[in-house]
């Protein structure tokens, strides 16, 4: 095990122990006091390395003797490295099968007695990438503000996601989802651990952006993960529509898997170094565009048990309070490339056949200057703003607990004339998962290397109301607060909360949506990026 040191007769803390000392059932760990004052513990281990035999195996409980010094961030779990030009970098990291380690930020002066709100974080990435080590998903703020906050690594890739005829024999009848149940068991040793660390294990909610909002989907929708959560905040995506694939499906992609690699057996691609696994796997982010296998999500009947629908009326879904949320800019439509009002109705036309009179009724444009705000509009009902309007609705249908919407809308005051590889800061708006370093306080690393932003008042200020919101849902179930006053959605009042320029309260346009719903338009990637960049 990676930096430990064993300690002869430790049974306990004692009050001459450092305030970072703490006794977890895995074994005592230390962390270290940052200059803010906040306690952090960083890199700990919650299952044991996914290495050798544990490759393509659900994560195991592990344990240590002696103390093990969490002073740092741990490796990533093996992926393609990022261009170092692009929004989403923030410094070279580590990367290796070796990976499931969580990080901790505790407020200033808390104890086992603090009983704090708990905010987890997991990252997207597309199911192929993504760190718990990166700067913008940083938890020293968040603490700062008065909660716990927690991040771990999970598999992601061929690695975190494949199944196989093999493994389901070796695995009881089910296989794939490794990602998923790291996830799992990373909630279930903070759900045992938490209240060590300052937190209050009845007062967690777990969060993501992207394709980690998709993982919080999967954990309402999975029973191994029932009762590790009291709500769930989904950033740039709410799905519980998209089911995973059925196992014998994902089962034929293991089996391509193996003959790609030219291995005999599971045993064999057991010893098969990860790179080359890296090296057949489908990739469209970060400068990448390798055409290869492709993995996801599987019906397996352990962790996913069925399609969504069919959990949704078994009543087998976490009864949870839910955010949904999307930023205003990034869903895209061919209607944004529009220049004129002619070339707008006729994009229209081509979009929506012999509804296009019915759309322009909805969505008229009496000059070529409204075409952009209108064309953004109609893409975002077409896509974010119906997306999480089913999960309200399918919430309110099937579940108890409220669900609360919210658009971001603020675009990032970028410096003038800065350039970066995956945006054209001119036109990029409100892009998909910019409202994360609004809701976590971290916007300051995307000028660690070069200045990239230039932040103002009002930045700074949404970000503290934003990250309080997320507060108080997680201390209470419901992000109200005194800065943000935010009603539940309902079919009589669909509402939602516009984090922009300003704050406001806004209410759906039911037709509009109903046209969206019966003339559903082709999806496009978010912001109309290209789908060689990171969507994380």
Known sequence: MLLVLLVAGVGGCRRSDPPTLIQTDSGMVNGRVLDSGVKAWLGVPFAKPPVRELRWKEAQPITWKGVYNADRKMPECIQVLRPHNINHYFGEEATSEDCLYMNIWSPAGSDANARLPVIVFIYGGGGTLGSSGMANYDGEQVAKRGAVFVNFNYRVGVLGFMAHPELTKEQGGHSGNYGYLDQSAALKWIQRNIAAFGGDPAKVIISGQSAGAGSVAQQIFSPRSRGLFRGAAMFSACNYTTSNTPLAEAEATGLEIQKQLEAASLDD???????????????????????????????????MPDTKEAILKAGGASDVPIIASFTHDEANSPLKAAKTVAEYKAAAKELFKDAAEEFLTLYPVASDAEIPAVAQEAANDGAGLFNSCACASLQAQYHKSPAFLTVFSRKHPYVPGVKIADQDTATIGAYHTSEVPYYFGTQDAYNLFRPTRNWTPWDRELSQKMTAVLVAFARTGNPTTAGVQWPAWSAQAERYVNFGDTIALETVNRARLDFMAKHRPAPMSPGGAPRRFQRD
């Not at 057991?270 to 790179?275: E, G, L, M, V």
């Not at 080359?276 to 397996?300: C, H, K, M, P």
Request: glycine fraction near 12%.
């Open 269 to 303: 691609m057991r010893q098969i170094p990860a790179d080359r696994i890296l090296a057949i796997q489908n990739e469209f982010q970060v400068g990448r565009a390798v055409t290869g296998v492709r993995t996801s999500g599987v019906i397996d009947g352990y962790f």
